[in-house]
């Protein structure tokens, strides 16, 4: 048996990892978070401050299971999200978060023998630069902007050569991620479910709230899960690095009508606004429909959301003025050494809408269209 200690198990990617794992024959999975949580069938939960190196050491330390690193955990400073992505100190517990994780599973003798890592479109500057070169390739030199993505690179590095190539890593760079996960900071799916159901309760169709248009990417959770899965055994994922997408491009003015679908709902007149102002004003409210549709979600609304009204608003171009430049990696290389998984990005939106339903975390779709 190979085991997958699944680091981050809340958050979009890492709920998605562990659920993949957790599945696949041959596999034990080990999902690791801040806060107890109730893994799915076939996995363990390990409970765990990644800042505390103490606790991380004496958890880790003395494994003789634990084959596989997959690391989807990321600090990101509270209420503020983009601002955060450069700040020192977010960088300083990122660096040191990954550290406490491997440090006590890199061993002379022990059973570790891959680690993945996540980065992301902000390799390439895209949350910093007006625009970047078209499609963006692993390749290339990194952007010369300071990032925590290249001090946890370092960092594995390092440690690897220093292990003697004992075992070997593979580092992600997906584009915008969708998934099912409650209260992550970068899952901008429980945010616009809110939206869609606060416009609902008012009589109102569901209106684009962001900017100009942009072509852009996704990349559905499910799928890098199974990326991660492929690269902890192929021998071409070996300290590689790799874009992930979905396999197609989106605009979100083009697939803003197969969401409200998904939803229930008619597609408005666009009316920009940020949700990250509006939604934290419509606790009351959210309280309301939590009641009047019996919903498991949480009543608190910013335990259901995180910071993803913050994240759509930067995905979806809120303030800025246009035209944007598209937003492009090139997915090549992951496809060349092997792992061919893709979704069309409407159906992906309407599965991850569809799973929240089924969850009773939003309304089903049916109750929207009954009025």
Same mark, same amino acid.
């Given at each position: 048996?190979?085991?997958?200690?699944?680091?981050?198990?809340?958050?979009?990617?890492?709920?998605?990892?562990?659920?993949?794992?957790?599945?696949?024959?041959?596999?034990?999975?080990?999902?690791?978070?801040?806060?107890?949580?109730?893994?799915?069938?076939?996995?363990?939960?390990?409970?765990?401050?990644?800042?505390?190196?103490?606790?991380?050491?004496?958890?880790?330390?003395?494994?003789?299971?634990?084959?596989?690193?997959?690391?989807?955990?990321?600090?990101?400073?509270?209420?503020?999200?983009?601002?955060?992505?450069?700040?020192?100190?977010?960088?300083?517990?990122?660096?040191?978060?990954?550290?406490?994780?491997?440090? +006590? #599973?890199?061993? @002379? &003798? $022990? =059973?570790? !023998?891959?680690?993945?890592?996540?980065?992301?479109?902000?390799?390439?500057?895209?949350?910093?630069?007006?625009?970047?070169?078209?499609?963006?390739?692993?390749?290339?030199?990194?952007?010369?902007?300071?990032?925590?993505?290249?001090?946890?690179?370092?960092?594995?590095?390092?440690?690897?050569?220093?292990?003697?190539?004992?075992?070997?890593?593979?580092?992600?760079?997906?584009?915008?991620?969708?998934?099912?996960?409650?209260?992550?900071?970068?899952?901008?799916?429980?945010?616009?479910?809110?939206?869609?159901?606060?416009?609902?309760?008012?009589?109102? +169709? #569901?209106?684009? @709230? &962001? $900017? =100009?248009? !942009?072509?852009?990417?996704?990349?559905?959770?499910?799928?890098?899960?199974?990326?991660?899965?492929?690269?902890?055994?192929?021998?071409?994922?070996?300290?590689?690095?790799?874009?992930?997408?979905?396999?197609?491009?989106?605009?979100?003015?083009?697939?803003?009508?197969?969401?409200?679908?998904?939803?229930?709902?008619?597609?408005?007149?666009?009316?920009?606004?940020?949700?990250?102002?509006?939604?934290?004003?419509?606790?009351?409210?959210?309280?309301?429909?939590?009641?009047?549709?019996?919903?498991?979600?949480?009543?608190?609304?910013?335990?259901?959301?995180?910071?993803?009204?913050?994240?759509?608003?930067?995905?979806?171009?809120?303030?800025?003025?246009?035209?944007?430049?598209?937003?492009?990696?090139?997915?090549?290389?992951?496809?060349?050494?092997?792992?061919?998984?893709?979704?069309?990005?409407?159906?992906?939106?309407?599965?991850?809408?569809?799973?929240?339903?089924?969850?009773?975390?939003?309304?089903?779709?049916?109750?929207?269209?009954?009025?």
């Amino acid at each position: 048996m190979s085991t997958a200690l699944i680091v981050g198990a809340t958050g979009v990617v890492g709920q998605a990892c562990l659920r993949h794992f957790a599945s696949l024959p041959g596999w034990d999975a080990i999902g690791v978070a801040r806060r107890a949580i109730a893994p799915p069938p076939g996995a363990q939960a390990l409970q765990l401050d990644l800042q505390d190196s103490a606790a991380c050491a004496a958890a880790l330390g003395g494994r003789d299971d634990i084959t596989h690193l997959v690391y989807a955990a990321v600090y990101e400073q509270p209420g503020g999200l983009v601002g955060g992505w450069r700040d020192q100190e977010q960088m300083r517990i990122n660096l040191a978060m990954l550290r406490n994780v491997v440090e +006590p #599973l890199d061993r @002379p &003798g $022990g =059973p570790l !023998r891959h680690v993945t890592i996540m980065q992301g479109g902000k390799a390439y500057g895209v949350h910093i630069h007006p625009q970047i070169a078209v499609p963006a390739r692993e390749r290339w030199p990194r952007d010369a902007h300071e990032n925590f993505y290249w001090l946890q690179e370092d960092f594995l590095r390092e440690r690897q050569a220093r292990s003697g190539g004992a075992w070997h890593f593979s580092i992600m760079r997906p584009r915008i991620v969708f998934g099912d996960a409650m209260g992550s900071h970068m899952n901008p799916i429980p945010a616009i479910g809110v939206y869609a159901w606060l416009r609902h309760e008012q009589g109102q +169709p #569901l209106a684009y @709230p &962001g $900017g =100009p248009a !942009r072509v852009n990417q996704a990349i559905d959770a499910d799928l890098i899960a199974q990326a991660c899965a492929w690269a902890a055994e192929s021998p071409n994922a070996r300290n590689e690095t790799f874009n992930l997408d979905n396999g197609d491009v989106f605009v979100w003015q083009n697939v803003w009508p197969a969401i409200a679908d998904a939803l229930g709902m008619a597609a408005g007149a666009p009316e920009p606004q940020s949700l990250a102002a509006l939604l934290p004003t419509q606790q009351p409210a959210w309280e309301r429909i939590v009641d009047k549709y019996q919903l498991a979600a949480p009543r608190d609304l910013a335990s259901f959301i995180g910071q993803g009204a913050a994240y759509a608003d930067f995905q979806m171009n809120h303030g800025r003025e246009g035209p944007l430049a598209p937003v492009i990696m090139s997915s090549v290389k992951i496809r060349q050494a092997g792992f061919h998984a893709c979704i069309d990005t409407e159906d992906m939106f309407r599965k991850w809408f569809r799973r929240l339903q089924e969850r009773r975390l939003l309304p089903d779709a049916a109750r929207a269209r009954a009025g």
